[in-house]
């Protein structure tokens, strides 16, 4: 069994920083994706940034050039630095991992969520 904690979230004024952190712990063997998303009130769960196991980034268009997603593989941890945050980048963060936790087999696992608002 594998699970995520996240933490970072919290409330910051236009132009802020937040650092988000996902730790898995439990049953890893490796782990390939990592990523974030977010989920607004009112919208449909977006994808914000992944990277994979070689360090390949994706970013969606709203954030590129303010956020950034890292990797940390010792520590079984990914990172979202949030950058001039706006006040629409105020959603529900998820992190998830594609983990796994034998040579043939993978987990797809979600963190519960941390809450980041933009707002004066």
């Known amino acids: 069994q594998v699970q995520l904690v996240e933490s970072g979230g919290g409330l910051v004024q236009p132009g802020g920083s937040l650092r988000l952190s996902c730790a898995a712990s439990?049953?890893?063997?490796?782990?390939?994706?990592m990523g974030w998303y977010c989920q607004a009130p009112g919208k449909e769960r977006e994808l914000v940034a992944r990277?994979?196991?070689?360090?390949?980034?994706y970013y969606v268009n709203s954030v590129k050039g303010r956020f950034t997603i890292s990797r940390d593989n010792a520590k079984n941890t990914v990172y979202l630095q949030m950058n001039s945050l706006k006040p629409e980048d105020t959603a529900l963060y998820s992190c998830?991992?594609?983990?796994?936790?034998?040579?043939?087999?993978?987990?797809?696992?979600w963190g519960q969520g941390t809450l980041v608002t933009v707002s004066s």
């Open positions: 990277i994979t196991s070689d360090g390949i980034t």
């Open positions: 998830y991992m594609v983990v796994r936790t034998t040579r043939v087999t993978y987990v797809e696992v």
């Open positions: 439990g049953s890893i063997f490796s782990i390939e994706d």
